[in-house]
């Protein structure tokens, strides 16, 4: 199971895999970026935590979890927050309009008591697929009775 606390790599492995896939939005001082992992950590660790196929220790996390998080963290150190939006159920934005000059802004919100989509990272969920156990969503069973 991914901490939430300990780091699972090191700012210089993420700068070394950031660099690989040329992220040039991976910037900022090492604290930045430190703090970036932790919060990308965060968000593996609470997303996934419960679907690992295998257990295994930050140490010897496997390299597709470090690059998740380290992706998790590019994301992270460009919008402080993405990760975990903040929303009010029912609440969403649908429209929203602002003018030009002079500071105007028009919202529209609909409240139909649905919850807003919260993001899909593809990136991520394509690096730890192969790690995961399936979710099940009932499509297709069939029971006897």
């Known amino acids: ?43 593996i660790a609470a997303t996934y935590n419960g679907r690992w196929l295998n257990a295994w220790t930050n140490a010897a996390a496997p390299a597709e979890v470090k690059y998740a998080i380290t992706e998790a963290a590019i994301r992270e150190i460009t919008t ?18 602002v003018k030009a000059g002079p500071v105007e802004s028009e919202e529209e919100y609909r409240d139909d008591g649905a919850a807003a989509p919260l993001p899909v990272f593809s990136v991520i969920d394509g690096l730890l697929a192969g790690l995961l156990k399936p979710v099940y969503s009932g499509a297709g069973m069939w029971s006897i009775g």
């Open 80 to 97: 402080p927050g993405s990760l975990a939006p903040d929303y009010t159920p029912g609440k969403v934005v649908k429209r929203e309009r």
């Open 1 to 43: 199971m991914l901490s939430f606390t300990d780091p699972a790599l090191t700012v210089a492995e993420a700068d070394t895999y950031a660099s690989l896939m040329g992220y040039a939005a991976w910037v900022g001082d090492n604290t930045a970026k430190a703090a970036a992992l932790q919060r990308g950590q965060m968000y």
